[in-house]
Structures are given as structure tokens and as C-alpha cells.
């Protein structure tokens, strides 16, 4: 008879469980918010840190205003710019970066850029790949 009970028990408890689970629903919810304010562009993955000067090409900017990065990125579709991952602290770099919301320098004009030395081109979205040249 106790094995009877545990048993009817059991199957009860499994039964509670089986119907509780089985009214669960996932939801996933992401909110990005506002692009950083970053005098030269962001970088194109979490945390989204400001970049500085010379990583970003002058094709990545319009106007002088960035044309985004990451979830913000609002250029062409299946466009690619250059980048000189030298100033990425992904390939090591460890050099000043600016803070989000600073002014960019008069003398850093990031619409031309007459020293840049792109080595990389990769979309809006972190994707490395294009023309390299």
C-alpha cells in the first residue's frame, strides 16, 4: 500500500510540474538606446567605447557626423570602409582614448583624413571582409 502511494505520489508531483513548465513562455527583450557620443565613432562591439582618432576612415563619416557602428550603424547597405585596427585594443592597443561626448579637435578633420592608414575594411556591423585595398 506505501509503495502504491508513493507511487500515485510521484506521478502526481510530476504531473504539478509537467503543467507548470508547460505555461511558461520565453521572452527576450534587448533595448540598445542612443548611440554613443564619441568624437571620432565607436567602436563596433560591446562596450561600445569611443575610438579614437585614425581608426575610422573618412568614408565612415558624412558631413563630419559618424555613420554608426554596431547596433546604430545607418550607412549603405553592403558598404565597407576602412579601419586601422592598430589603434584597436583587440590587436593591443593601449594608447589615449577620447570620452563620450567630447568635441573632436579642430585640427582632426575626420571627413579627410591625409594620414590615414587603413589596414582592414569591415562593415557597419564589426564584419571584416571587402576590398582591402
Not at 104 to 128: A, Q
Amino acid at each position: 500500500m506505501k509503495r502504491i502511494n508513493l507511487l500515485v505520489l510521484t506521478a502526481l508531483c510530476g504531473l504539478c510540474l509537467a503543467l507548470t513548465a508547460a505555461g511558461a513562455q520565453a521572452q527576450i527583450s534587448v533595448t540598445v538606446g542612443a548611440p554613443p557620443v564619441c568624437p571620432y565613432g565607436y567602436y563596433d562591439y560591446p562596450p561600445y567605447a569611443c575610438a579614437p582618432y585614425g581608426y575610422y576612415g573618412p568614408e565612415w563619416f558624412t558631413g563630419g557626423v559618424f555613420i554608426g557602428a554596431g547596433p546604430w550603424y545607418h550607412g549603405p547597405a553592403h558598404f565597407y570602409g576602412h579601419v586601422d585596427n592598430h589603434f584597436d585594443p583587440h590587436h593591443g592597443y593601449s594608447g589615449g582614448f577620447p570620452n563620450r561626448g567630447e568635441h573632436p579637435k579642430p585640427e582632426n578633420h575626420v571627413d579627410r583624413m591625409p594620414n590615414f592608414h587603413g589596414n582592414e575594411m569591415r562593415d557597419g556591423r564589426g564584419h571584416v571582409g571587402g576590398n582591402k585595398h
